[in-house]
């Protein structure tokens, strides 16, 4: 692009100027970026549900129990592939700031359950050779430094054990990885049957079920089937997809999308605002400039070019720079310690912010540039 | 260098008009100006402040329109080209002398050079080359990497003369060369420019108030109320 | 001194006079602190919200039991008879109905959000006699107290707005059973309005909870009978408790929710405020250029650089205070007592809360506008007062 050096000199004309827009718009897509990811840490949990899959709890409360004898009726119901039961353990390890989840379940029905975790057939069979053994997730590991082999003491809440202590102590012997990127690996899963034994009381009753379902676009009639299963009984029951579960709790902690939308738009405003205003400045200290490039014969629609060149590459510089700081920011991790189960940039998002650069930039100098293209020469240079 | 055959004549203006609008007034600055300038003529036009020597140079460069009448260059009306083909007619015909030089401050005396360059299809060391022979006729060689701010005025409209000459124009239009330079810098540029006329034998039209460089001219014309004369009109 | 004065005085006054020229780009400088700061007054007020809710309705003279051991009210479990107990502590104070101790029973009941239709964790509060006078804020504002022994339930303010089926002579559905909604409260703005309440008679067999409570509620007599009751209960043999005092407490729920929403906030809050001192300076510097032949103009005449620095450093603070104004008054108009609701970590069990813009938080919105506006046009104005005199008057 041999018209490059002109664009370039355009902007170096005023380098603090410059220098400053392109701060501004990198600014805001360090948050155009930061907020995304921070949606995304929401949204993960619900993208990365199964499809095929549904949960069944108490209908009148989270924290209510369900009989365990309640499996091998759903299992009964049609369309239903398997049904598992998991139960919210509920315990404190060290501080209730380290706050993750514990749930004790059967070992085999987790491995057909939950096909995204990857587990190593070595650490299959330690699990399911040690009573007191846990399967714990590469996040949760990596967290809190764990290693192979460690003794993991929790502090339960809910349940006491049969000898009237409340300190239970688990073995770490199986660690899972997560098959996606937004798979939850902060999970730490113990063995039913030696949570079974040793609580002192609620023997025979389980937190939830999750259901695999035969077939992904029955999955409501099935739900419903299930519900009407036990309608009336003393535990009645509501199923729901695995993902509107999860999309539940997100709207339980705040229209979030809401949230993040307006603070991207204010701020995006906010900056085109600044940006458009900094080149429409410019165009009209350069009037004279301009002018002569004219005379010398470069075309009105050069000129407009030229305009919208210099507002390219500024957003692009500073766009690009953003994002790129986002992307830093983002692998430092989760800012709130734990409360985000997966905290990164999507691909996706990246492309997102890429057109929204050259969005901006065209819709920053499209009126300067209009104006340059729409400058009359004589008048130009009489002033 | 194109000489128009039949006539001899590069320029014809005829009966031209030009209306300009100030909010409501109209102020008519030429009023049926006829004018023909030969091939390798020095054109000095001089008149007092406000008498449209500006405008009718703007006229025969394409910069503005007229209102009425015709302008003829080299054998084209360019009062009716468009605004696309005017630019383009521009870039490959006239080379512009500004008072006040109108240089790109971000770019170097080389780049500024080159600029006109820009628009035609020369490789990057085609351009580079002419545009150091430019500055070598206008004897700058040595201050090509220099940025505006960097030169003297006189050094400035040197820069800005060999930015008109680097495409090999048909005209030259000066638009008060020498209004911002002291005495010995506006001698060596009304030097220069006299070289250009006799040695090149490029046509030059200069617009100015100083009688001593409408004497290094071929030709002086006297503009007053929208009208030639050879005779000055106090 | 006189003449500084004098200096910065005609100085602004021209500085004025050629302000209408540069409206356009001083009209944007002021709406983009405007922006700013309205953002960042809103993000802020949620926390400021959730706080609100957290610490208010609670005075010094009140105090929680839980068993040992439990962090909150959800994972704690005492025995009825570990209750009475309670209740003889020294300490308490008493009013003409008795002693004001409230045992309470802690659960969640699944209902749909007004605003997604999705099921929310909404908590239900079991109660006796007196827990309404234990809480000194309480008090009914709309229909009637709920009747003893029957499934009839209360709800407050905050509850009612965000999750649906609660309105007056509605009915939740707990089981097989029907509960009509008989009444509406308010606590102070306290957390006790996002709960639903019921007799604990009532909840006890419908949760199989037999004769339990999970905490017990005291009003002490006065704020320093709280080591004292303290003392006799931990030294109690027979029990196994944790007394708190309530202010303690809520500060450890709100905690969690509270950090992460101020972590994320001044986060934003932060960069955000980076662009916009970016802005402005962007903005003043192009506003100062543009009058740089007047200021070499005046500095050729004889005014020297200092008023000049003033002159265009105040234009600024006018600007960026004009803007923070508005852009607090935007934030306070759209966001003050927006209600809406999270998740309490902590009970995991909503919690309703309204966008609390108050006086604090308006004044830090302006005063942050006013350090941009400072460093916005103070670099801008030095080195326009600095740059040599002779060379600005060139520059065309």
Same mark, same amino acid.
């Given at each position: 692009?041999?018209?490059? *050096? ?34 995304? !840490? ?46 919210? *353990? ?79 102590? *688990?073995?770490?012997? !199986? ?13 730490? @899963? ?43 009984? !003393? ?14 709790? !997100? ?24 940006? $458009? ?24 629609? $050069? ?36 409360? @985000? ?43 | ?234 | ?27 944007? +400088? ?354 326009? +007062? ?11």
């Amino acid at each position: 692009m041999k018209y490059f *050096f002109l664009i370039s000199s355009g902007l170096k004309r005023k380098k603090i100027r410059t220098g400053l827009t392109i701060l501004s718009i990198m600014v805001a897509f360090i948050l155009f970026g930061y907020l995304t990811a921070i949606r995304q !840490a929401f949204d993960a949990g619900v993208e990365v549900a199964g499809v095929d899959r549904l949960i069944v709890r108490h209908k009148v409360s989270l924290i209510q129990l369900l009989p365990q004898n309640y499996e091998s009726k759903i299992e009964r119901v049609d369309g239903v592939d398997n049904a598992i039961h998991s139960t919210w *353990f509920g315990g404190i390890y060290k501080e209730p700031r380290n706050f993750f989840a514990q749930i004790p379940i059967v070992p085999e029905e987790l491995f057909d359950m939950y096909p995204e975790y990857i587990i190593s057939d070595e650490h299959k069979a330690a699990w399911l050779e040690t009573r007191s053994g846990v399967l714990v997730g590469r996040g949760l590991m990596d967290r809190f430094d764990w290693k192979l082999g460690d003794r993991i003491p929790i502090n339960a809440t809910i349940w006491g054990k049969k000898d009237g202590g409340r300190t239970w102590e *688990f073995d770490l012997v !199986a660690i899972y990885e997560g098959a996606e990127k937004g798979t939850d690996t902060s999970q730490f @899963f113990i063995r039913y049957d030696f949570f079974d034994e040793t609580r002192a009381n609620g023997g025979g009753l389980v937190g939830w079920y999750t259901v695999r379902v035969s077939d992904p676009d029955k999955a409501a009639e099935v739900a419903a089937a299930i519900d009407a299963e036990f309608a009336n009984s !003393a535990h009645e029951t509501k199923a729901e997809a695995e993902g509107a579960f999860i999309q539940g709790f !997100a709207n339980q902690i705040g229209n979030i999308y809401f949230i993040i939308m307006s603070i991207m738009s204010a701020v995006f405003f906010t900056i085109l605002l600044v940006a $458009g205003n900094t080149m429409a400045y410019t165009v009209r200290e350069r009037t004279n400039e301009l002018a002569v490039l004219k005379a010398i014969g470069f075309t009105d629609r $050069g000129v407009l070019g030229l305009v919208l060149g210099e507002s390219l590459v500024l957003t692009i510089i500073g766009g690009t720079l953003g994002l790129g700081l986002a992307w830093f920011l983002v692998s430092m991790g989760d800012p709130t310690q734990g409360s @985000f189960p997966v905290f990164y940039l999507p691909v996706r998002d990246v492309f997102i912010g890429l057109g929204l650069i050259i969005a901006m930039a065209f819709v920053a100098g499209i009126i300067p540039a209009l104006q340059a293209q729409k400058l009359q020469i004589a008048d130009a240079l009489r002033r | 260098m194109t000489t128009n055959s039949s006539e001899g004549c590069l320029v014809k203006v005829q009966a031209v008009d030009k209306v300009f609008k100030r909010g409501s007034e109209e102020i008519h600055v030429l009023g049926g100006l006829d004018l023909e300038i030969p091939a390798g003529e020095f054109l000095a036009l001089m008149g007092p402040s406000g008498s449209g020597k500006s405008t009718l140079l703007n006229l025969i460069g394409g910069l503005d329109r007229p209102s009425e009448g015709i302008v003829d260059v080299g054998g084209l009306r360019i009062d009716t080209l468009s605004n696309r083909k005017l630019a383009g007619w521009r870039a490959r015909h006239i080379g512009l002398v500004f008072q006040f030089y109108n240089l790109m401050p971000a770019l170097s005396a080389q780049k500024n050079v080159e600029l006109p360059l820009l628009l035609t299809r020369l490789s990057r060391a085609e351009r580079k080359k002419r545009a150091s022979i430019a500055l070598d006729i206008v004897g700058l060689s040595h201050r090509t990497g220099h940025y505006p701010r960097q030169l003297s005025g006189g050094e400035q409209q040197r820069t800005g003369i060999a930015r008109a000459i680097v495409t090999d124009p048909t005209l030259l239009l000066c638009d008060e060369p020498t209004g911002d330079l002291d005495r010995k810098s506006g001698d060596e540029i009304l030097d220069l420019l006299q070289a250009l006329n006799r040695e090149q034998g490029k046509t030059i039209i200069m617009v100015t108030h100083d009688i001593h460089a409408a004497a290094r001219a071929t030709r002086i014309l006297y503009l007053n109320k929208g009208q030639l004369s050879t005779e000055a009109i106090d | 001194m006189f003449n500084w004065f004098s200096q910065i005085v005609a100085v602004t006054h021209f500085s004025m006079r050629s302000l209408p020229q540069r409206a356009g780009s001083s009209v944007t +400088a002021m709406l983009g602190i405007t922006g700013v700061v309205a953002v960042m007054v809103g993000v802020l007020s949620i926390a400021q919200g959730v706080l609100r809710t957290m610490e208010s309705s609670v005075g010094d003279n009140n105090a929680i039991v839980l068993r040992s051991g439990s962090d909150t009210e959800m994972m704690s479990g005492l025995a009825g008879e570990d209750t009475r107990i309670i209740a003889e502590a020294p300490g308490i104070a008493r009013d003409e109905t008795g002693v004001l101790a409230s045992p309470e029973l802690f659960v969640i009941i699944n209902l749909p959000m007004l605003t997604t239709g999705t099921d929310a964790n909404v908590p239900l509060r079991g109660v006796q006699t007196q827990a309404m006078s234990v809480r000194s804020s309480f008090r009914l504002v709309e229909g009637r107290m709920f009747e003893w022994g029957l499934n009839e339930v209360i709800v407050g303010t905050g509850a009612q707005g965000q999750f649906a089926g609660l309105g007056l002579g509605a009915s939740i559905e707990v089981g097989q059973e029907k509960w009509l909604v008989v009444g509406v409260f308010e606590a102070g703005g306290g957390l006790a309005e996002s709960e639903i309440w019921v007799d604990a008679a009532v909840l006890q067999p419908a949760f199989r909870r037999g004769n339990s409570y999970q905490a017990v509620y005291v009003k002490l007599e006065s704020s320093d009978a709280f080591d004292e009751f303290k003392e006799a209960l931990t030294s109690d043999p027979r029990l196994n408790v944790k007394p708190m005092r309530e202010a303690e407490y809520y500060a450890s729920q709100s905690t969690v929710v509270y950090n992460m929403i101020t972590g994320l906030g001044t986060l934003i809050a932060v960069i955000m405020g980076m662009g916009a001192v970016f802005g402005a300076l962007n903005t003043m510097y192009t506003a100062v250029s543009s009058r740089n032949r007047e200021i070499a103009t005046l500095r050729a005449l004889g005014f020297r650089a200092g008023p000049i620095v003033i002159s265009v450093v105040s234009e600024s603070l006018l600007l960026a205070f004009a803007g923070g104004l508005i852009g607090a008054g935007l934030a306070w108009l759209a966001f003050d007592g927006f209600l809406t609701s999270t998740l309490n970590w902590a009970s995991f069990s909503a919690i309703t809360f309204a966008f609390d813009v108050n006086a604090k938080l308006l004044a830090q919105g302006i005063m942050f506008a006013m350090l941009i506006g400072l460093v916005g046009g103070l670099f801008p104005a030095i080195r326009a +007062a600095r740059q040599p005199v002779a060379q600005a008057l060139r520059e065309l």
